[in-house]
C-alpha cells in the first residue's frame, strides 16, 4: 500500500521555529490556523468532527498569493474512514462487554481454572480467512482448542524448518498433549486459488506465493485428476487435497508420529463449505504395517 506525502502536515517548518515570532505578511492557512504542538497532543477525536466543517484550503505561499490547493477526495475519503473507525472500535467494546456479562461472569470459576492452566483436547489448524473461525462454526469454547491460523491452512514439512505454525504444534503436542489435531480447509479458498494459479518458478518477492508452494503436491495431484475439469473446479478439489497432504506433513513430525503411532494422538480432515453450510470430517487411521488409510468419514448438513 502506498501513501503520497503531503504538505498539509500540522507540525510548523524547521524555519518557524528558527525564527523569532512576527507578524506575517504571508498567509498561510491549515484548517483556519497552525495548531501547535501542545494542542495536538492534547486533542483526539473531536479533531476530527471539526476537519469536515472547514474549508480545507491551503492558502499558497507568498510567490503566488492568489493560488490556493484544495484537498482531494480521496483525503476527505480517508478523514470519513478514521471516523468510521470509532465507531467500529465502539462496536467492538460493547461486544467484549456483553462477553464479560453473559459469558466470563456467569462462568466465573471456569475462566479462573483457566487463568491458571489450559487443558484443550484439540490443536485446530484452519484458514486465517475471515469467514471461516473455528470457534463460531464448530462451537469451541475458551480452553477447548488451541488454534493456529494461516493462509490456506497448510502444513509445512519438517525439514522445511520453523514456522510460526509447526511452533504451534510443537507446544500443542509436547506440551499441553492434545489428543486430536484438526486441519480444516474450506471452500472458495484464495490461498489455493492463488496456489492452483501459480506458475512453475515461485516469485519469491511474493510472500504469498513462498507460502502456497507449501501444498504443491496438493495441487500437483489435483492437476492430475481433475484435469478437464474447470478451474474452479480444479481449486475445489485441491481445497480438499491439500488438507490430506497437511495431514501426511504432520506425520513428518517424530513426535507427532510417535504419538499417533502409540495411539496418544488422532490427526483429522476437515472441510468446511460456507456456499451450503456444510461440513466433512475424516479420520487419518494408523496401521502397524506403516499405511495410513481414512476412516469415519462422516457428512454433516
Excluded at 477526495?73 to 472500535?89: G, H, M, Q, T, W
Excluded at 491452512?153 to 489428543?179: D, H, K, M, S
Aim: net charge neutral; charged share 25%; hydrophobic share 35%.
Amino acid at each position: 500500500m502506498a501513501f503520497s506525502s503531503s504538505s498539509l502536515s500540522p507540525f510548523p517548518s524547521i524555519s518557524s521555529i528558527d525564527q523569532p515570532t512576527r507578524p506575517s505578511t504571508t498567509r498561510s492557512t491549515i484548517f483556519g490556523s497552525k495548531p501547535k504542538l501542545s494542542v495536538i497532543e492534547q486533542t483526539h477525536v473531536t479533531n476530527l468532527a471539526s476537519l469536515n466543517s472547514q474549508s480545507l484550503r491551503l492558502k499558497a505561499s507568498r510567490e503566488s498569493p492568489g493560488l490556493t490547493q484544495e484537498l482531494t477526495s480521496d483525503r476527505l475519503e480517508s478523514i470519513a474512514e478514521i471516523e468510521n473507525r470509532y465507531d467500529v472500535f465502539d462496536e467492538v467494546k460493547h461486544r467484549f462487554l456483553s462477553f464479560k456479562k453473559h459469558k466470563y461472569l456467569e462462568n466465573l470459576e471456569c475462566f479462573q481454572n483457566l487463568a491458571t492452566a489450559q487443558a484443550p483436547k484439540f490443536m485446530v489448524i484452519a484458514c486465517a480467512d475471515s469467514r471461516v473461525c473455528p470457534s463460531k462454526i464448530l462451537g469451541f469454547e475458551p480452553g477447548e482448542a488451541f488454534m493456529v491460523r494461516n493462509v490456506a491452512n497448510l502444513v509445512p514439512l519438517y525439514e522445511n524448518g520453523p514456522t510460526e505454525t509447526n511452533a504451534a504444534l510443537e507446544f500443542a503436542v509436547n506440551t499441553l498433549e492434545v489428543e486430536n489435531i484438526l486441519v480444516i480447509g474450506h471452500s472458495c479458498c484464495g490461498g489455493i486459488r492463488a496456489l492452483m494459479g501459480m506458475e512453475e518458478e515461485v516469485d519469491s518477492s511474493s510472500f504469498i506465493q513462498s507460502w502456497v508452494v507449501v501444498g504443491k503436491n496438493a495441487k500437483l495431484r489435483a492437476k492430475a485428476t481433475a484435469s478437464k475439469l474447470s478451474f474452479d473446479q480444479q481449486c475445489r478439489n485441491c481445497e480438499k487435497e491439500s488438507i490430506n497432504c497437511s495431514l501426511l506433513n504432520l506425520l513428518t513430525y517424530p513426535w507427532i508420529k510417535e504419538r499417533v503411532e502409540r495411539g496418544m494422538l488422532s490427526i483429522h480432515g476437515g472441510y468446511y463449505d460456507f456456499v451450503n453450510c456444510t461440513f466433512e470430517k475424516w479420520t487419518l487411521d494408523y496401521k502397524e504395517s506403516g499405511r495410513y488409510l481414512v476412516k469415519d468419514r462422516v457428512f454433516w448438513a
